[in-house]
């Protein structure tokens, strides 16, 4: 069983940054991957950014590429999203998730754990 709450969310002016964190627990093996997801209201849940818990795979969606970053630290057992230039349509509610299948996915039903999400809202 693993564990995952978000925090860090929060209200920022369009152009600012937040950084998200993803706190876990439980047993993560090096085959696992980490992932944020996001969800704004009426829309599917998508695909921000994946990240193995060893290693150096790792995937941003085109929309953040080159705006977010994400990472990890092993030893705090915690992913990080930071989020710069933030615009209005990044307003969603956040979530971490975690999967042992092994194989890097943007699938969110391929997620086996799921953290209560953070509210990000961007203002204009």
């Known amino acids: 069983q693993v564990l995952l709450r978000e925090s860090g969310g929060g209200l920022v002016q369009d152009g600012g940054s937040l950084r998200l964190s993803c706190s876990l627990s439980?047993?993560?093996?090096?085959?696992?991957?980490m992932a944020w997801f996001r969800q704004s209201p009426g829309k599917e849940r998508e695909f921000v950014a994946t990240i193995r818990w060893t290693g150096n795979v790792s995937l941003l969606h085109d929309s953040v590429k080159e705006r977010f970053t994400i990472s990890r630290d092993n030893a705090q057992k915690a992913v990080y999203l930071q989020m710069n230039s933030l615009k209005p349509e990044d307003t969603a509610v956040y979530y971490c998730a975690a999967t042992s299948g092994g194989v890097l996915t943007t699938v969110p039903q391929r997620y086996t754990y799921w953290g209560q999400g953070t509210q990000v809202t961007v203002s204009s």
């Open positions: 439980g047993r993560i093996f090096s085959h696992y991957f």
